[in-house]
């Protein structure tokens, strides 16, 4: 089945530094990717939708400048959190649909997600 | 607009005895739906999905839901539960972009407790 993965699966780092995570899709071509937040205890939000070969949308309410968003190829996408700070900590998960898939019965596969802690 | 509501934030049952997880939905046409899984922090696994043929759909792991267009539901059910279905569901429906993708809209999700 198709297989999606993060790396890394959980990072601790220092207020004020940068954090990229990445999302690959492993055997299967993904157009588009998406990044949801998570807080404990409650339901995704959609942040950002990743498009290759252009930027990304963001949802209302997302600083694009505060999380970078790159899709170089149709494997991978990856968010920057720069400037991170304690309120940025929460997990992170990544999603992408093959791009084989037709938008009525397309499905979306999850990466495991991103704990991300700034101290 | 589409939009689901997950009509019970806890539900705790029994190992062995039945698990009824609801789940509500609104939209302007017949929607796919979706359920999907969340184990304690780890990403979200799809359990089943409908796509306008059967109703009743089956899923992984024992899961089965039907589609009731009359009263707007997509109740997930499974007989007998297992320790191992101790975890959070997300009842989710899709939202067409004009990009030719969906924006998947999450429920508030149900937490399953399973007890010995």
């Known amino acids: 089945g198709a297989v999606v993965s993060q790396h890394p699966s959980w990072v601790i780092c220092k207020s004020g530094t940068s954090v990229k995570i990445e999302c690959r899709s492993l055997?299967?071509?993904?157009?588009?990717m998406f990044w949801y937040r998570q807080f404990p205890k409650q339901s995704l939000m959609l942040m950002a939708t990743?498009?290759?070969?252009?930027?990304?949308?963001?949802e209302q309410g997302v600083e694009k400048d505060k999380f970078l968003i790159n899709h170089a190829s149709l494997t991978l996408s990856t968010l920057t959190v720069t400037s991170a700070h304690p309120e940025d900590s929460s997990f992170y998960i990544c999603?992408?649909?093959?791009?084989?898939?037709?938008?009525?019965?397309?499905?979306?596969?999850f990466g495991p997600g991103t704990r991300l802690l700034v101290l | 607009a589409q939009s689901v509501t997950q009509l019970d934030s806890h539900v705790s049952v029994s190992e062995g005895t039945p698990v009824l997880l609801r789940c509500n939905y609104s939209?302007?046409?017949?929607?796919?739906l979706f359920w999907y899984v969340q184990h304690p922090n780890k990403g979200l696994q799809l359990l089943l999905k409908?796509?306008?043929?059967?109703?009743l759909v089956k899923g992984i792991n024992g899961f089965e839901a039907e589609f009731k267009k009359s009263e707007t539901s997509f109740h997930l059910t499974k007989p007998s539960a297992h320790m191992s279905d101790a975890a959070e569901y997300f009842c989710?429906?899709?939202?067409?972009?004009?990009?030719?993708?969906?924006?998947?809209?999450f429920g508030a999700g149900t937490r399953l407790a399973v007890h010995p």
């Open positions: 990743s498009n290759e070969g252009s930027k990304a949308t963001y």
């Open positions: 989710v429906v899709p939202r067409p972009l004009s990009g030719g993708y969906n924006k998947l809209i």
């Open positions: 999603s992408a649909r093959e791009d084989r898939d037709r938008v009525y019965t397309e499905t979306q596969y």
């Open positions: 409908y796509t306008s043929a059967a109703t």
């Open positions: 939209s302007s046409y017949s929607p796919s």
């Open positions: 055997d299967f071509q993904a157009t588009t």
